[in-house]
C-alpha cells in the first residue's frame, strides 16, 4: 500500500515525541515513580505527587542512569516542584506557542521501567483563570482528552511539532486530564529558582471549613465557609480588620468553602484591591482589602 | 469537654442523655445553628443532633487542639511554616540556623503528627486545620 497522508502524519507525531523524549525523565521520590521535564542543565521540574519527603530524590535519565537529585523548592498553590540533579547535564525542550482548542497534543512521561510513555489527544478546554474545581490556582489551565495514568504527572505535553506546551499533572477535571501551560510553569520554576521558596499573595489568617446555616447562606447558595482562628499581627487582614471569629464567605465573588480554595483563589488574584465578604455576628459585611505579597 | 447541643428538640432529646452519660457538658441548646461569628466562647465544640438520632460535631476546637496544635511543639510549627512556603530543608535549615538533620527529624515528626504521608500532604492538611497563615 502506498504511503499516504495518514503515515505521514503518524510517522510526524513519532518525530515529534522523539525530538521531546531526551528531554522527559523519570522522577523517584516515592514509592511509585512519577515525570518530570528537564528546565535548565541541571534543573528538573515535576508535580508535587513526584515527591515524598524531600529525602532521597532521584531522577532516572532516559538513557536508564539514576541520578540523585535534591529538591529546591515546591509551590503550594500550583502543586510544581523544582529539582536539582548536579550530574544530569540535560537540554529543556523547546517552548511552543499557546495551543488553541482543537490542536493535537502528546503527553509524554516515563513508564515505571523508564519505558517511553505516550499519550495523544487534543486540546479541549482552555481554562481562563478561574476555572470551577482543582487547578484554581493557576491563572490558565489546559485539558485534554489524552489519557494520562498517574506515571505522567510531572511529564511533558507537546504539540506535534515537538515543542513542550505543557506539564502534565494526572489530575482529572470532569475526565479531562489537567495540564499546567508551559508559559506558567516555566514562569512559576524561575520564581522558584530565583527565591528558594513559592512567593504567594499572602492575606494573614488561618481558618477551618465550617458549614454554614442554612439561614445565613449567601444568596449565591455556599454552604461552606472559612472561620477564622487567627489573624497576625501587621498583615493585610489585621489592617482590614479582619477578626477572629469572621466567616470569609467569598473574595472578589469567589466562594471560600475552604482554606485549601481561599489558597488557591489568592494564587490566582492579582496582589492590591480586593473584596471580602464576611459574615459576622450574622450580618454580611464586605470588606475591602489589600491582598499583600510574600 | 463544654459543648453546644443544636437540632431540633425530638432530635436532641433523643440525644442528651447519651452525651452526659460520656461525661461531656451542654453548656446550652438551640435549635438552629448559631452563628459561629456570635461565638461560642463558653463552649468547646458544637454538636448537631440528627434526625437519625446520631452526632455531627459542627466545630470542635478541642480536637484540633489536642490532634494538631497542641501536639505540634512550638519548634515543629515554625519549621511547618516554613514548609509550607515550599521551602526545601536544606532551606529551611539555613533560615533557623539548625542543622539539615533537625530539620528532617522536625519535618518526619509534623509528618506522622498530622497523619501525613509527605510534606505536601502535610502541608495540605495544616491548612484544613488552620495551622498555617495564608
Known amino acids: ?294 | 469537654m463544654r459543648i453546644v447541643l443544636v437540632g431540633a428538640q425530638a432530635d436532641r432529646d433523643r440525644l442528651r442523655r447519651e452525651l452526659l452519660d460520656a461525661g461531656l457538658d451542654i453548656v446550652a441548646e438551640t435549635d438552629t445553628r448559631p452563628s459561629m461569628a456570635d461565638g461560642v466562647p463558653a463552649a468547646d465544640a458544637i454538636v448537631e443532633a440528627t434526625s437519625n438520632g446520631r452526632a455531627s460535631v459542627l466545630r470542635n476546637r478541642a480536637l484540633s487542639d489536642d490532634v494538631a496544635t497542641e501536639a505540634l511543639t512550638a519548634r515543629e510549627q515554625e519549621v511547618l511554616a516554613h514548609v509550607a512556603q515550599g521551602m526545601s530543608n536544606k532551606a529551611i535549615a539555613e533560615a533557623l540556623g539548625i542543622s539539615d538533620q533537625t530539620v528532617k527529624f522536625h519535618v518526619a515528626a509534623i509528618i506522622g503528627k498530622l497523619g501525613a504521608s509527605n510534606r505536601t500532604d502535610a502541608v495540605r492538611r495544616a491548612i484544613r486545620r488552620g495551622l498555617v497563615v495564608i
Open chain 1, 1 to 294: 500500500m502506498a504511503k499516504t497522508a495518514l503515515t505521514d502524519f503518524s510517522n510526524q507525531l513519532a518525530d515529534a515525541v522523539a525530538a521531546a523524549a531526551p528531554a522527559v525523565v523519570q522522577v523517584q521520590g516515592r514509592r511509585q515513580p512519577a515525570s518530570g521535564v528537564v528546565y535548565a542543565t541541571d534543573v528538573v521540574v515535576t508535580t508535587s505527587r513526584a515527591i515524598g519527603s524531600d529525602d532521597n530524590i532521584s531522577v532516572v535519565t532516559p538513557g536508564g542512569q539514576t541520578l540523585k537529585a535534591e529538591l529546591i523548592a515546591w509551590d503550594p498553590a500550583t502543586h510544581l516542584v523544582a529539582l536539582r540533579a548536579p550530574e544530569l547535564n540535560g537540554a529543556a525542550p523547546p517552548i511552543g506557542a499557546s495551543p488553541r482548542v482543537g490542536h493535537i497534543a502528546v503527553a509524554i512521561g516515563r513508564s515505571w521501567s523508564n519505558s517511553l510513555t505516550a499519550s495523544a489527544g487534543i486540546v479541549s478546554v482552555i481554562g481562563g483563570p478561574l476555572p470551577t474545581g482543582r487547578g484554581r490556582a493557576i491563572e490558565e489551565i489546559i485539558r485534554t482528552t489524552a489519557p494520562m495514568h498517574r506515571g505522567f504527572a510531572g511529564g511533558a505535553f507537546i504539540n506535534t511539532g515537538g515543542e513542550l506546551i505543557g506539564i502534565a499533572t494526572a489530575a482529572e477535571i470532569r475526565g479531562l486530564g489537567v495540564v499546567i501551560p508551559a508559559a506558567i510553569a516555566w514562569k512559576t520554576v524561575e520564581s522558584l529558582l530565583t527565591h528558594g521558596r513559592a512567593k504567594r499573595r499572602y492575606l494573614g489568617v488561618a481558618g477551618q471549613a465550617v458549614q454554614l446555616p442554612p439561614a445565613q447562606r449567601p444568596a449565591d447558595g455556599s454552604s461552606s465557609a472559612v472561620l477564622v482562628v487567627q489573624v497576625m499581627d501587621d498583615s493585610p487582614a489585621a489592617r482590614a480588620g479582619l477578626l477572629v471569629g469572621d466567616l470569609l464567605v467569598a473574595l472578589n465573588d469567589q466562594p471560600l468553602e475552604s482554606p485549601d480554595r481561599l489558597l488557591e483563589t489568592l494564587a490566582a488574584t492579582a496582589a492590591g484591591a480586593a473584596r471580602l465578604r464576611v459574615l459576622r455576628g450574622g450580618s454580611a459585611l464586605e470588606i475591602p482589602i489589600d491582598i499583600g505579597e510574600k
